[in-house]
């Protein structure tokens, strides 16, 4: 049996008015079995020991959203609008990716991931398989999706079909399935993919109603909004879904959701630099609606950094709303850990430190003039912290860095494999 032991450690457990100052971790074979303050009492025999004195320990984050070989794309095409960057830049360089420069980008990303503090995401890419790869060599728990876009659309269903089947006991990959977005998605394309999610129990994962462009496009084609041209397929119907961005979602929208089991996801810092728009969140959670956060593609972005993306996500709406008051940091830090869990369909096995829930928890170092005094840890985390105070990182009890060392894989190569990658696709275009 493997034990570890996280000791002399302050504890968010993401319980409402549950800190730990000072207390102790115990997990068994990547299950957390005690969370107590004080010191372990237990048998200290064969047990890894982590000293998190100075640390404070939290759930992993959970990325809702993301495109995670889109890091091989960070600078390439910038300062464009949503369709532009796209068309114009985005696919034309999609089209020359090869499988081994896919994985190259996975795997840089899974790095930066892990690095600040990310022990799950959510996922839609092309090869998808080859991904997967890179999470299981990683030791990161990815909800992948192979992408359902445009007119090829049958295969792509069948695809998601074959990597279901191959993942399908799999403990750290579970497979999703991804149509692309209302505006790129056919009516019957939509109708499918709602029928192969409800025959598989698998959530959805789609991007909704981004920019205003795409409420043009879907309004002047179906006379309806990109999440009622879903709701009328019955996308939604018993279906657990994620919808990137939710940007232009209106208030008969969100009624309409409210029916359904569906989580928005909020990319404030993709929104921000595509000038896309802010989304509704406040409003979306005061009327029930499950509200998640992820970064998106590290090319609309630029990075993939969930401590950022969560200071960026509670500063625009307090902003937007005229509201100081507005997503606090403790509201925030659920909508990567909590909301994030209930979204992905672990509610009862992540998003809080807690016993009987997997072991992805991570210790950030507050040993850091920034990150003190310690008035207030859950601001601290969200308004004053970087990616960079996280030390360690463990993910189903495994520890993947330990004291700012990647253990899982070999930092250096991933870097210069990537940038090889990239210049190769380049050099295909
Ligand atoms: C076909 S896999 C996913 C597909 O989506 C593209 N993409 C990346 N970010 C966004 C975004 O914010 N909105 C819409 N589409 C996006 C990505 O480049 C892939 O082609
Ligand atoms: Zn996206």
């Known amino acids: 049996m493997d034990k570890l032991l996280i000791e002399n450690v302050g504890i968010i457990t993401m319980e409402e008015n549950n800190f730990i100052d000072e207390g102790y971790?115990?997990?068994?074979?990547?299950?957390?079995?005690?969370?107590?303050s004080g010191s372990f009492k237990g048998e200290k025999e064969n047990l890894k020991k982590i000293n998190?004195?100075?640390?404070?320990?939290?759930?992993?984050?959970?990325?809702?959203?993301?495109?995670?070989?889109?890091?091989?794309?960070?600078?390439?095409?910038?300062g464009l609008p949503l369709m532009r960057w796209l068309k114009e830049k985005i696919w034309p360089f999609e089209a020359k990716l090869e499988e081994e420069d896919i994985y190259n980008g996975a795997l840089l990303g899974i790095i930066?991931?892990?690095?600040?503090?990310?022990?799950?995401?959510?996922?839609?890419?092309?090869?998808?398989?080859?991904?997967?790869?890179?999470?299981?060599?990683?030791?990161?728990?990815?909800?992948?999706?192979?992408?359902?876009i445009?007119?090829?659309?049958?295969?792509?269903?069948?695809?998601?079909?074959?990597?279901?089947?191959?993942?399908?006991?799999?403990?750290?990959?579970?497979?999703?399935?991804?149509?692309?977005?209302?505006?790129?998605?056919?009516?019957?394309?939509?109708?499918e993919v709602g029928e192969v999610a409800r025959k598989l129990n698998i959530p959805i994962h789609i991007h909704i109603a981004e920019t205003k462009d795409e409420v043009y496009i879907t309004k002047d084609k179906y006379s309806l909004s990109p999440a009622f041209v879903c709701y009328e397929t019955g996308l939604f119907d018993k279906n657990k879904t994620l919808a990137a961005h939710c940007v232009y979602l209106n208030d008969a929208d969100m009624e309409m959701l409210l029916n359904y089991d569906f989580t928005a996801v909020y990319n404030p810092q993709s929104n921000m630099k595509l000038a896309s728009g802010v989304a509704p969140v406040v409003k979306?959670?005061?009327?029930?609606?499950?509200?998640?956060?992820?970064?998106?593609?590290?090319?609309?972005?630029?990075?993939?950094?969930?401590?950022?993306?969560?200071?960026?996500?509670?500063?625009?709406?307090k902003l937007n709303c005229s509201d100081a008051t507005a997503l606090n940091a403790f509201e925030t830090l659920q909508l990567a850990t909590v909301n994030a869990a209930k979204a992905i369909g672990m509610e009862n096995n992540l998003g809080y430190i807690k016993e009987g829930f997997y072991a992805d928890i991570i210790l950030i170092d507050f040993n850091k003039a920034h990150l003190n005094p310690k008035t207030d840890v859950y601001s601290n985390i969200v308004f004053s912290a970087q990616g960079s105070d996280v030390k360690t990182v463990i993910i189903n009890g495994k520890v993947v860095m330990e004291n700012y060392e990647i253990k899982v894989l070999d930092e250096e190569k991933v870097i210069f494999k990537a940038n090889k990658s990239f210049k190769d696709v380049l050099s295909r275009l």
């Open 150 to 191: 445009g007119d090829g659309w049958q295969g792509q269903v069948e695809d998601t079909i074959s990597l279901f089947e191959k993942f399908k006991h799999d403990e750290m990959v579970k497979i999703f399935i991804a149509p692309h977005s209302p505006y790129t998605c056919s009516f019957e394309c939509l109708k």
């Open 284 to 317: 979306m959670i005061r009327k029930g609606i499950n509200v998640a956060l992820g970064t998106d593609g590290a090319s609309s972005n630029n990075n993939l950094n969930m401590i950022e993306e969560m200071q960026t996500a509670s500063l625009l709406q």
């Open 25 to 36: 971790i115990y997990i068994e074979d990547g299950i957390i079995k005690e969370v107590k």
């Open 112 to 148: 930066e991931m892990i690095k600040s503090g990310t022990t799950s995401f959510v996922d839609m890419y092309f090869k998808e398989d080859v991904i997967a790869k890179a999470c299981k060599e990683a030791n990161i728990r990815g909800f992948l999706g192979n992408p359902i």
């Open 52 to 78: 998190g004195i100075g640390c404070i320990a939290l759930p992993g984050f959970i990325n809702c959203h993301t495109h995670v070989p889109m890091t091989l794309l960070r600078g390439y095409g910038e």
